[in-house]
């Protein structure tokens, strides 16, 4: 048997309405039709009235899951995709994330973001959302990389007493196959050395480290040795891992698949530049998709956002430094 | 549909309904009492940031905290000092928020009227209009889900909340589910400096419900029979399983936005006409002529009222205030995931 980063995603649902009376599945098209992406398949037949189409209202649909979550319930909330979640912003910000903090009765739900891009989705299908929540306080952002991570992280965020943003990318949704369900995970907030190195450190996430892993192949045919770091959550970051195999590499190349202004990239270049600058042998840098919105066009996708390819060359020149 | 028209027959129970309409109208004066020593203090510069009174809207208000019982859900927004003291919100939570104290529930992290007990019921708004709808409906719907029914969930709205994109969406769904929400939309002329002209272009407020699908009432927001009859059946229909129910109470903001405004904009022939009225000073003349209390007892609840908000106070102002080395900076209830530099300072 094998399992993808999409069934593991539903699979993982499943599991939690089986063994946690308090979880309940909102969202476009998540009932009978089994969602947009088929991540709630079967789910509302095999669990009757837990897993409920909504209408077309994201500020809506979020704003329930809050007040459901302060009634002791565990809500997931599926976003149809990562980019219409910008509607439902206000309740995520500004109600979720500060309801702990000012109230101390915490908020526990799930808002599922299917999220980065795949040929041919364009500008409104693409986005990559998790910088812009990971900059406000009580949110926890997951970008996991892996169907292990798909599966466990998302078990974690539903069981987690705050709101998780949980940005699962769609290009892995098919692409990425494991040969069964993991037992075992790490725990949320630990970075996860994809593939040791010494003399270049990549630092990624979610879609990127598949990416990175391929270049860090290729270069090894070279006799390049790169350290590929997967943070698996991007809020919290586990800079500890990250500064550690800067330490053991002095290099760092940090890539995102979101735009270059601000976000995780940004923040991890920050921290170790203010916290390891005497680590490293080089300026570190770092590679983030065009400052534009993401075209349709494969011709103009594929050179809109980092690939194995310019992640390379970019790999490339840190060496030289 | 149900329209229910507004009438001021106080129906059989005369004596239920004049115990309650006296309970209701003390509430009115202590909220009115609270908000003028609010209003005091802030001049005095003894309080941070804005004051809003619910000057005008006491009797809307306090219908709803009265027609709401335990168990029952309620999101107060700004005027709704009346409204939060009927459902229960002890005295000591305003004047706490307001002052800034630790021992209030929102412990300096919030003020004013941002404030709640959301485990009892209360829920503490947050400042963008529209925002609390969906969370009422999120509660109402958590019940359903565990077949706790004859539940009801009130959410305040003012005229110019009713323009935005979280009330269209909140109302729709609601509907969509059919949970007991009553909507109370305090239509008071004005969002800020906003008339309602420039607000909606609907004959009423009230036609909205018709395209919602929704059961409207609408009331004269200054007569507080009215208000108790008209709030009460909208929560009954609620409660009885007849999916939302929207108020419409007309009424006119007799202060400032917040007290930092003068509300010079205010047309001076709204203020003269019969939706100016104050529905304290028209419940107060209710109660005289029929006799249900006379002067004195009147003027000794007002001394009583007054009483107990210069006691709160100053109960509150000898209360600890937040200190920014004891506060714990941290917005998440997982102390796991917390990153080490979110911890306190060393
Ligand atoms: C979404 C949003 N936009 C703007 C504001 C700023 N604001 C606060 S109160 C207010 C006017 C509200 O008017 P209305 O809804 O009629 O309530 P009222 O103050 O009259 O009770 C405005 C514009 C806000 N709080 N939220
Ligand atoms: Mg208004």
Known sequence: MSITYLEAIREAQARALAEDPRVFIYGQDVGAFGGAFKATKNLAEEFPGRVIDSPISEDAIIGLAIGAAIDGMRPIVEMQFADFSAV???????????????????????????????????????????????HYPGLVVMTPATVEDAYHMLLEAVAIDDPVIFCEHKYLYYHLKADKLPGDAMPTGKARIAREGRDLTIVAYSAMVHEALAVAE?????????????????????????MASVARTGRLLCVGEAWPWGGVTAEVMARVAGEGFGLLDAPPQRLNAKDTPVPYHPNLWAAHRPTARSIATAARNVLRL | MVQTVASTKAGALVSTFRDEYTKAFRWMLLARTLDDKFAGLYRAGKIHGGVFLGRGQEALSVSVGLALRKGDVF???????????????????????YLGSTLGPMRGRDGNIHRGRPREGL????????????????????????NISGVVGAASIGDGGTSTGSFHEAINLAAVEKLPLVLIVANNQYAYSTPTSRQFACRDLVDKAIGYGVDSHTV????????????????????????????????????GHGEHDVADYVDPELKQSPVGRDCLKVAEEHLLQQGWADARTVELWRSEMVQKAEDAVATVQREPVPDPYEEDWRALSSQRLLEAREERPG
């Open chain 2, 220 to 255: 004269d927001g200054t007569d507080l029979s009215a208000c108790l009859e008209v709030v009460g059946e909208a929560v009954k229909c609620a409660r009885e399983g007849h999916g939302p129910q929207m108020v419409v109470a007309r009424l006119l903001r007799l202060c």
């Open chain 1, 88 to 134: 439902g912003f206000n309740q995520v910000i500004n109600q979720a994330a500060t309801l702990y903090w000012r109230t101390r009765v915490p908020c526990p739900i799930t808002i599922r973001l299917p999220a980065g891009g795949t040929s041919g989705s364009g500008p409104f299908h693409s986005q990559n959302m998790e910088a812009i929540y990971a």
């Open chain 2, 75 to 97: 999101a107060p927004l700004i005027r709704d000092q009346a409204g939060r003291l009927a459902f229960g919100e002890p005295i000591l939570d305003a004047v706490r928020t």
């Open chain 1, 218 to 242: 290729e270069l090894a045919s070279e006799g390049t040795e790169i350290e590929v770091v997967d943070l698996r959550s991007v809020k919290p970051l586990d800079t500890d891992t990250v």
């Open chain 2, 123 to 146: 829920l503490p708004m947050i400042s963008h209009l529209g925002a609390m709808i969906a969370v009422v409906n999120g509660i109402l719907f958590a019940r359903r889900l565990r």
